[in-house]
């Protein structure tokens, strides 16, 4: 989704944390801690959130901005694909979470459908890298990747409730429940039931 002012603000606190990083200069350096304040007005203004809590959650990284990284497990038994309700808003989304430091893309994937699913998966193939701001998800004030990873189910059982999760199901592409936006869309979920079935080993990208 293309909402100008939030491309604005993230690009102003991008710039603003790089020159944090690496500027030398006092007068400098109090130029782009004036950036960064800037961005976080824009984003207290335009989403009526307190700044204190912007200022923690939007501009309280350091170092070179870089986009947070998403990762998705997507499980297809009997040609059903596996989700988990999120505890967070009650609709549900494909087992995953952001990476974590110290373990690659497939090991995130197997480690998060341990935890929100109760099943044992193994790591089969890259089936998309997409760009969040690119789809129909709500707006966020991370520039996000979201990487998908085909996964083949080889033990556990379901899990009736996790730290995130309160459910957990196999759903057909034609009957797939109330979806979690902010995670996964309808379309993307189609287009990894399509990229799944596929005997070509073809990746999405944005």
Known sequence: MNIPWL?????????SQAGLTYAKDGYDLERY???RSISVEMM???TDTPVDKVAELFAGETGYATPKVDIRAVVLHEDKLLLVRERADGAWSLPGGWADIGLTPSEIAVKETKEEAGYDV??????????KSRH?????????YKIFILCELVGG???EAGLETTG???FAESALPPLSVERNTAEQLGR?????????PDVLLD
């Open 192 to 200: 990894m039931f399509t990229l799944a079935r596929s005997s070509t």
């Open 136 to 144: 129909a998800h709500p707006p966020s004030p991370y520039h996000v």
């Open 168 to 170: 957990v199901g196999f």
């Open 7 to 15: 491309d604005w603000a993230k690009q102003i606190q991008a710039i």
């Open 122 to 131: 193994r790591p089969v193939r890259l089936l998309a890298v997409l760009d």
């Open 44 to 46: 207290s203004h335009f």
């Open 157 to 159: 059982e379901a899990l």
């Open 33 to 35: 801690e004036a950036l």
